[in-house]
């Protein structure tokens, strides 16, 4: 248990489909991200979120849409995804942002049909 | 890029050998961390190196740091059964994030 948790921790939807995965993190930090892990490619960042600002968005699609309403909760909103969006999507947080070691959470495998 | 590349891919070992994962960088660093993932979960923050340091310790992990080669190599002695998983280094410049490697899939056998 590292503190921060996710849910759900599988999703199954459509292309059609409107979803939202929740992160929480009950470390105190102050930088949240959201990353992206398909099979063989590298971890891959998608957006951080510094004293709830967005501070990086790593040309994301727009069919994901993050939201920060505060340092301890962090969203992403998913709507008309394709099927090569199915991944495992890791939540993190951390102090200080980038600079020291980051905390995840166990994920959500997430699977469009 | 900067992305760290870990080397070997795969690794296969019995228990209570040594193991060692390698990872390449290409830019100037603040730090290097590594990190463990057990299949299908999160990653788990195992040990970070600052630019300063050549060598740290933690338990049975032994962490080197050479910035003139641009490379770290992790070292798990005595390894287990539990030590399976996959090994990534992460490398962090100070621009908002991590950089993270393609990772080691290790495997250790009772």
């Known amino acids: 248990e590292t503190g921060v948790t996710q849910t759900p921790r599988h999703l199954v939807m459509g292309m059609t489909n409107k979803k939202s995965l929740k992160c929480e993190q009950h470390?105190?930090?102050?930088?949240m991200y959201w990353y992206k892990q398909s099979a063989k490619k590298p971890l891959e960042l998608m957006f951080v979120?510094?004293?709830?600002?967005?501070?990086e968005n790593n040309s994301v699609p727009s069919r994901f849409s993050p939201e920060c309403p505060n340092s301890s909760h962090l969203f992403l909103h998913l709507h008309t995804l394709q099927p090569e969006d199915s991944a495992l999507y890791l939540c993190?947080?951390?102090?200080?942002?980038?600079?020291?070691?980051?905390?995840f959470g166990p994920g959500t495998r997430l699977t469009v049909t | 890029s900067q992305q760290g590349e870990e080397d070997p891919q795969a690794l296969s070992i019995q228990e209570g050998e040594n193991a060692t994962m390698n990872c390449s960088y290409k830019?100037?660093?603040?730090?290097l961390q590594w990190y463990r993932q057990n299949s299908g979960r999160g990653l788990v923050h195992l040990i970070l190196?600052?630019?300063?340091?050549r060598e740290k310790h933690s338990g049975r992990l032994r962490v080197t740091l050479d910035t003139s080669k641009k490379s770290s190599s992790l070292l798990i002695t005595a390894s287990r059964a539990a030590d399976t998983a996959s090994y990534f280094c992460?490398?962090?410049?100070?621009?908002?994030?991590?950089?993270f490697g393609t990772g080691t899939r290790l495997l250790v056998s009772p």
């Open positions: 993190a947080s951390s102090q200080v942002v980038a600079l020291e070691e980051q905390y």
């Open positions: 470390l105190g930090h102050n930088a």
């Open positions: 979120y510094n004293f709830k600002e967005q501070t």
């Open positions: 830019t100037s660093i603040n730090n």
């Open positions: 190196i600052r630019s300063n340091e």
């Open positions: 992460a490398t962090s410049t100070g621009f908002q994030k991590l950089v």
